[in-house]
């Protein structure tokens, strides 16, 4: 098959061998994948990459060694592998989870040289992860489920309650899928705040409440006017007098040193702060100001499937617009100038492989 595979730190298009279903797997045709920052991030630093990967519990590949990434994906069923349950007619248009799991051992589909991704002209799935794309639901926009349940997870995970104000700080397609999970669930209000105009107007499309340039005013200045005790001593003494006001969640989808920090001094006292981008570069915080403020500091990665599943289903459903953010398609000899361009957020916000 044709694929983009990994050269260095280039990617080049060439021909690689078919991949073959084994026991309880799928062989798909891909229809389409979207370009992910995971995918620059681990293509500009791949020795950061691994070692992000290492230390976390995984395990990392050289991603200047061949592998055909690709993670966010769409593709139509065309054989079977041995031991399925062939629930799924061949030519169904599906999609789901990039975990990839079998005799060849688990890994990250994209990430791992046994499961290519989708910037080649076929994968393998698991049959027991792969969901049935629903009828009519553009191939292009299915692909988008992927990063829009890792932002449902985040949320989730974030605890968030009805009437807390939420902050999402970067709207790359993260930070825009946890604007749009957030509205879905009747959350507001909802500030976006991101230095590319571009990227505001995709969040206000998606239903932000407020859009921040946070090289015009700080994203930090909006508590007491919307109801949010600031320092501790205000919180403690709502807490004694029963009068605690609203609770606030910042979603950090930006990933670069500096950013939590700034979270954390802005934060308003008993506040929580989701750390959904992945930082691979060494960072500084002051933790004594975060145990002043009470503050909760929790991470988020990937999605479980169940959300996979949920988010799908919001997209098809209409509750979700995730085709709304693809603001670009290419072909495999298109993927190096793809990435070049998603550099610029004035450029491009996601872009749609089709193989």
Known sequence: MRAAVTKGKSMIVTEVADPVPQEGQLLVRTLACGICGSDLHALADPDAFMETTRRSGGTPYDPRDGLVFGHEFAGEIVEYGPGTQRALPVGTVVCGPPIGIGPQGAGIIGYAPMYPGGYGEYMILNEALTMAVPGGLDPKVAAITEPFSVAARAVARSGIGAGDVAVVLGLGPIGLGVVAHLKARGHGPVLAADFSPKRRALAEGLGADELID???????????????????????????LGTTGRGAVIFECVGVPGILQQAIDGAPAGSTIMV????????????????????????????????????????????????????????????????DDLADPEAQAKIVVTP
């Open 276 to 339: 959904v981008g992945v930082c691979m570069q060494s960072d500084r915080i002051e933790p004594g100001v975060a145990v002043s403020k009470e503050l909760d500091i929790r991470g988020s990665f990937g999605a479980m499937p169940n959300e996979y599943g949920a988010t799908l289903n919001d997209i098809a459903e209409g509750r979700i617009d995730a085709g709304s953010i693809i603001t670009g398609t290419v072909g495999l000899e298109g993927i190096a100038g793809a990435f």
């Open 214 to 240: 946070p090289g015009a005013g700080s994203p930090y200045d909006r508590w007491a006017d919307l109801g949010v005790p600031t320092t501790t001593v205000e919180r403690i003494a709502g807490e004694l």
